[in-house]
Each structure stands twice: as structure tokens, then as C-alpha cells.
């Protein structure tokens, strides 16, 4: 009974931490404008099937995309054990499922077992590329201090909590043998078990052992839970929303700004009244973007989800030729503003300024406009994230807003609005190169 109360303190008391957490960040993400996106509700489900369940875009390359899928694969199955600790933890049972299941309960406790170590294995290529061959799109400036400590942390906490599984069923395996004659016969375990804690007769030790398996296995998934929230492993949950509501619109077609359009509407229509809309108290709308309010829920949702993966960064042509400019940080900078601004409003209130915002004080200028709008970075994202979006907003608040441009694009400007073209010569000699020849 109170081993009972002790687990069901710790289970509710962890997953309604985590509850609390979930409640900010969707307070957080609901600080952007609108936007829809619920058209096309087949293509939508279509794509995240294909996207987030399926793993699609991460076999563009194969050995960390099978990797991954060895670590995701585990995660998912595992979660049929976790119910049957949650089961026993709460009713005090042994391995709730054991009669009723039979050999079926040995066959999905031996796949899981052969899931965690094939995770074990990746775990390990995981923090060897990362430590060890050091791939450069991990060595970026961005990934210094807390996100490459926040990677290695979450390795580690895979590595104790595959241990803790196979202290717990190899515990278990010598106990139920030493005791019954015969054991569970799970495929990892009543090997290890063996190696292990063949030599230990004491039915208490091995008792012991178990639990200590038992609940070091909870103590490391509630663990794993609350630090998600503050975690770039986020994307573990919100990648499958991220890519329902994914821009389904061919990637080199931009949108356009309501407020704009309507002006230039009303230039165009000769019939037009432009005193003719009613007067509204309403604050201006601002052009672009300059703070994380002024972007959209997904923009925001983006921000969260991203994985820090750093495959936009290392595909990006800025990047790669020395430019400032990196997709990952964009992204990383947003959700840092965006969790700064939901910890103020929450704290002070929604009328509280900083005096602070995301161009200028997270994201430079010279980032903004190093970007080519190639949208190599949208390609390559696993999970449908779409830093461009942010890139092209911050640009027209600095271009609408603050008459900000570069003296590159003023002169090409200029020529368009003069001669109808990019170049500095009149359009009745846009032919004279036929003569050349």
C-alpha cells in the first residue's frame, strides 16, 4: 500500500508537471496571429503520415535516418510496458499482463528488448558523431553551451533507462528461474539476466534488483517527460501537428499581405471609394514582423518543434559560403524570444513590454538579409519546419516599416520602378544584344 501511494504520488505529480508545461507553451504559441490551416484535410493527414509517423524526409540520409528510426521505434513500443508499470504501480500487481497474455506477453517483451538495444546502439553512434567525429553542422555557433549539453543529456538519459530495463527484466529472469524452475524466456534478458546475476541465490537481492530496475525505469521516463518541455526532444510530440498544419502551397509561392493587397486594389479600381470603409478604433495592423507576436501560430508552433538538427543550416548556400546567416538559429533564436515573452506576460502581465525584440536583439539584420529565399531549408527540414516564412516577415518589416534596405537592392529597385527591369538602361535597348552577335 504505500509503495502504492508513493508511485501514484510520483506518476500524477510528474505528469501534471508536465500538463503545466504543455498549458505554457500552448499559451505561448497562441501569442501569434492567425492563420488557416485546415483545408485540405487529406493532404494534411496524408503528410503526416508520411512525414512525422512515416520518417520520410529523414531517409534522404540513410544512416542516421535508420538510427533514428531504431530510437523512435523503441519509444513508441516501449510505451506497451510503461502501461503495465503503471498498472502494477498503482495496484501493486507483479507483471500485470503475464497470465493473461501468455506467449504473446513474451513476444512483446522480447521485441521490445531487442528494440532497446538496437536503441542502445544508436544512442552510442549518436553521441560519437556528435563528441567524437564532431560533424560540422553540430559545431556551429548556435550549438555552443546548453544545445550541445541539452543533446548529450538526453543520449545519456537513453543509455540509463535501456540499463534500467535490463536490470529490471534480468533481475527478474534469475528470480522467476530460481524460484519457479523456469524463466520468462524474454530474447535479451534471459541471457543477461544470467551474465549478470547468475550468481546471486538471494531471492531478496534479486528482489531488490528488480525494483531498483522497477523504479529507476519510472523515476527515468518522468524524468525524460519533464525535461521535453525544455528540450529541442520536443519534437518528439509536436511534430505531428507541425506537419498536419505544414504549408501545402508550392514552396516558391509567397503570400501576400491583406492590408497591402487592399490598398493597391483600391489604386487600381477607378470606381473605388476609399472613404467608403468604415472607421475602426482598431490599432494599424504592422507590416511584417519584428517582435514573435507579429508572426503566426505556426511560425510559432515551428519554433517548438524544431529538432536542431542542423540539416537546413548545412544545405543553406548563405551558410555554406561563410554568410551569417543559419536557418537552425533563426529558429532557435524565435523559440528563445517567444519563451521570454510568455515568462514575462505571465509574470507581469499582458501589457508588459521589455523594451526587447526578436530583429534586433536575437536575429541581425545582416542575417536577414544574407538569405536567398532558395527554400533549401524548408526542403531539407524532417519535419516540415519553415524558417523562410520568418526570414521574408522580419524583411518587410524592415523594408515596409523602417525603409531599411540595402544599398545592393536599392539601385535594382530603383531601375525596376524606372525601366521595368533590374538593369540600367532604357527598355527600348533591351534588345540591342541581338546586334552584338
Known sequence: ?????????????????????????????????DIDRKDRSSDRWKTMILVAFGQK?????????LLHLAIYAAFIITQIELIEIIIDGVSGSHRFFV????????????FIEILSVLALVATIAFLSRRNILKLARFQKPEMK?????DANMILFMEIILVSFIFTMNGADEVRQVLETGTGYGFAISSHVGPLLFGG????????????????????????????LPYSKHFH?????????????????????????????KLMLD??????????TDAAPQRFGAKDVTDLTWKNLMDAYTCTECGRCTSACPANITGKKLSPRKIMMDTRDRLTEVGDNRRKHG?????????????????EVWACTSCNACVQECPVNIDPLSIIIDLRRFLVMEESKVPTELTGMLTNIENNGAPWQFSPADRGNWIHEA
Not at 541465490?201 to 519533464?226: C, K, P, R, S, Y
Open 1 to 33: 500500500m504505500i509503495a502504492a501511494i508513493i508511485f501514484s504520488a510520483l506518476f500524477f505529480g510528474g505528469f501534471g508537471f508536465f500538463i503545466w508545461n504543455m498549458m505554457k507553451i500552448r499559451s505561448n504559441i497562441l501569442l501569434g496571429k
Open 57 to 65: 524526409k529523414m531517409f534522404t540520409r540513410p544512416i542516421p535516418a
Open 99 to 110: 497470465d493473461a497474455l501468455g506467449g504473446f506477453y513474451t513476444f512483446m517483451i522480447s
Open 145 to 149: 553551451g546548453f544545445p550541445t549539453r
Open 200 to 227: 546471486i541465490t538471494d531471492l531478496h537481492t534479486l528482489h531488490l534488483l528488480e525494483q531498483i530496475g522497477w523504479w529507476g525505469h519510472l523515476a527515468m521516463v518522468l524524468a525524460f517527460l519533464n525535461y
Open 236 to 264: 518528439i510530440l509536436l511534430a505531428f501537428p507541425n506537419t498536419y498544419y505544414s504549408n501545402l502551397e508550392k514552396k516558391g509561392k509567397f503570400n501576400n499581405m491583406e492590408a497591402v493587397t487592399n490598398e493597391v
Open 270 to 279: 477607378p470606381t473605388a471609394d476609399p472613404y467608403a470603409a468604415p472607421a
Open 350 to 366: 499582458a501589457d508588459y513590454s521589455d523594451g526587447k525584440s526578436l530583429l534586433g536583439d536575437y536575429i541581425t539584420e545582416e
